[in-house]
């Protein structure tokens, strides 16, 4: 369906975390015909952040945006949760897949974000600032007047703020009684770094509590490279600060490790190598726990989202990614600037019935996780024994993908340059791309075609490493006797070489021995790992790597087919308005012996 679009609407979202980018994007895809400005103080991306997941009706909204494999792909990869005590003896342990500690949609935040913000910037209407903040706001019946610290002002149709727990927006937004006794202390500081991963590490998020309230956790990172550490300080009940962890937040990032230093080197278990690593790492976060409850989160033209207008425990990246899709959709109804404030407020009222069930921390939380006694420890251990071994956990709601409370909503689809993926059995979806004059990947990893997916050609500028079927097994998995057969493979994004699509393209990087008669040779593959003497630009698609912010080319790594011996070659893209049209041309390497490819010998090509 084609929607006729309203007048071009100015918007600010002050915040460019999850809740803020999560709302650009669905903003860009309603009728608004909006520009969007997300407006973050921070002068770059934040990369630091804990260990969070995504629950319910969130994960079919991640779905819709074409995301949920590159969050699957950027798991953690935690296999389950162990209490342990000062001697890494497991007290109790919660597996992978049997509870509520860890689950497949366990991500990074900055990988989350990450995400986020390159789905919306995808977008023709959205903008990104870094380095400024909003200093005052002023209303009237039609717009919203907004001055920032850099001296610029602007006008804008209606302004969010989603700027977390500590949001300064709130305060220019809400007035002081509406604003009175809203953020609530629970009595707890929590530190977030990374520290080398040494090989004695497990793929376990590990959980050791000393007297005093501490706590020390070790999760795995998926780089393999790094393990994520957490240093908790809590004090006895909600509201009650300490002194020496106050003065330390004040004082900044030094004065804070000084301060975990005092509080930890004693603290038994692995505090001393944590607490080392801290001072190597380039990436420590200190915060306060907090809750935020207010009577109201809109006024007018303005909005609080997310955390700003409702942080809580465990869920808040949820009712952040829920809200935001919420709110764009109820604004995707009004006819004009007038029908803002209404709709901000029909949101409100029908998002509360959501967030709602979710206001209330769990009974005793902070407090009694973090005991400050040894006997207190060893009480809280026993019933987490007991809940480990009764399997008591299982009574929770499981996580799954949850579209029954969600609202349909009409998004604009505009005309789109797609990428055709046979991969397996997993069925990914697609999102409005923009990458006009480049080259995608287009594999068929064999089976039937009934087998076809369709992803949007840019996921590959944020892809890292997918999920790999189990049934593929990669060489390394064969020549080192391992029989891991679900291991992650990297995946490329093409660079553009050409202007036009008429050339094939020579294919470097995996091959097998299709034809050998054993099986155990059949399944040894080798990888090509540099570009052939006589590759040119016409020949040859020439594949980018993302490491973080760093860059590097090599050629095409495709999967292993081992029950045919085919790949499919990288292809053009080609535009199309239809939503589910495959497309791309696809042409076949029948590869020969590994002995006898390029460098190894000959190859065949068969368009």
Same mark, same amino acid.
């Given at each position: 369906?084609?929607?006729?679009?309203?007048? !071009? %609407?100015? &918007?600010?979202? $002050?915040?460019?975390?999850?809740?803020?980018? $999560? %709302?650009a994007y669905w903003l860009a895809r309603t009728r608004l015909n909006a520009s969007i400005t997300v407006l973050e103080r921070s002068p770059s991306p934040r990369t630091t952040g804990q260990s969070i997941e995504i629950r319910g009706a969130a994960i079919s909204i991640v779905e819709k945006m074409g995301l949920l494999p590159s969050v699957l792909a950027r798991n953690t990869t935690e296999d389950g949760t162990r209490l342990v005590n000062a001697s890494n003896k497991i007290i109790a342990e919660f597996?992978?897949?049997d509870n509520r500690f860890t689950s497949e949609y366990e991500i990074l935040r900055a990988d989350l974000c990450g995400l986020f913000v390159d789905a919306s910037k995808s977008m023709e209407n959205v903008n990104y600032v870094y380095g400024d903040y909003v200093t005052a706001v002023e209303q009237t019946d039609k717009k919203v007047d907004v001055t920032f610290n850099s001296g610029a002002k602007d006008s804008f149709d209606f302004i969010v703020g989603a700027d977390g727990s500590t949001s300064r927006i709130r305060s220019l937004i809400l007035d002081e009684e509406t604003r009175k006794d809203s953020y609530n202390f629970i009595g707890q500081y929590i530190a977030y770094f990374s520290i080398p991963r040494e090989e004695s590490d497990t793929k376990h998020w590990y959980w050791y509590n000393a007297p005093r309230g501490l706590g020390l956790m070790t999760r795995p990172h998926r780089n393999g490279k790094t393990t994520g =550490?957490?240093? =908790?300080?809590t004090t006895p009940a909600h509201g009650q600060r300490d002194p020496l962890a106050e003065a330390a937040m004040d004082g900044g990032p030094e004065k804070q490790k000084e301060f975990l230093h005092a509080t930890f080197h004693d603290a038994g278990w692995q505090a001393k190598r944590i607490l080392a690593g801290m001072d190597g790492c380039d990436d420590f976060y200190m915060s306060r726990a907090a809750y935020v409850k207010l009577p109201t989160w809109t006024n007018n033209r303005a909005v609080l989202?997310? *955390?700003?207008?409702?942080?809580t425990f465990g869920v808040g990246v949820t009712l952040a990614v829920e809200g935001a899709y919420h709110l764009a959709g109820e604004l995707s109804k009004i006819e004009n600037s007038d029908g803002i404030p209404a709709a901000l407020k029909l949101w409100e009222e029908n998002f509360r019935k959501i967030q709602g069930k979710h206001e209330s %921390? @769990? @009974?005793?939380? @902070? !407090?009694l996780a973090f005991p400050q006694t040894a006997w207190g420890i060893k009480v809280r251990d026993t019933l987490a024994w007991t809940i480990g071994k009764t399997k008591a956990y299982k009574l929770l709601p499981e996580d799954k993908p949850d579209d029954s409370k969600l609202q349909n909503y009409e998004w604009i689809t505009t005309n789109r340059w797609r990428a055709t993926i046979v991969y397996g059995c997993t069925i990914y979806s697609g999102v409005d791309v923009k990458p006009p004059g480049s080259f995608y990947l287009v594999l068929y990893c064999g089976g039937k075609w009934d087998r076809v997916l369709t992803v949007d050609a840019d996921e590959w500028d944020i892809w890292n490493k997918v999920y790999v079927p189990e049934l593929y097994t990669f060489p390394e998995d064969v020549e080192d006797g391992t029989k891991d057969t679900c291991k992650p493979l990297d995946l490329w994004y093409p660079k553009p070489v050409s202007s036009t699509c008429s050339t094939p393209f020579l294919p470097f990087g995996f091959a097998i021995n299709a034809d050998a008669s054993d +099986?155990? #040779?059949? $399944?040894?593959?080798?990888?090509? *790992?540099?570009? %052939? @003497?006589?590759? +040119? &630009? #016409? $020949?040859? &698609?020439?594949f980018a790597k993302v490491k973080g912010r760093l860059e590097r080319t090599q050629g095409l790594i495709p999967p292993a087919l081992i029950d045919t011996g085919k790949v499919y070659l990288a292809q053009c893209a080609e535009r199309d308005t239809e939503a589910n049209k495959h497309i791309g041309k696809i042409v076949t390497a029948d590869w020969g012996f590994v002995t006898s490819l390029p460098r190894y010998g000959k190859w065949t090509y068969k368009p």
């Open positions: 369906m084609s929607l006729s679009k309203t007048p !071009q %609407l100015k &918007v600010l979202i $002050n915040g460019a975390g999850i809740a803020g980018s $999560n %709302l597996g992978k897949g =550490c957490y240093m =908790c300080v989202l997310g *955390d700003a207008a409702h942080a %921390l @769990p @009974p005793g939380f @902070p !407090q +099986t155990a #040779e059949k $399944n040894k593959a080798r990888f090509i *790992d540099s570009v %052939l @003497p006589g590759a +040119t &630009v #016409e $020949n040859t &698609v020439v």
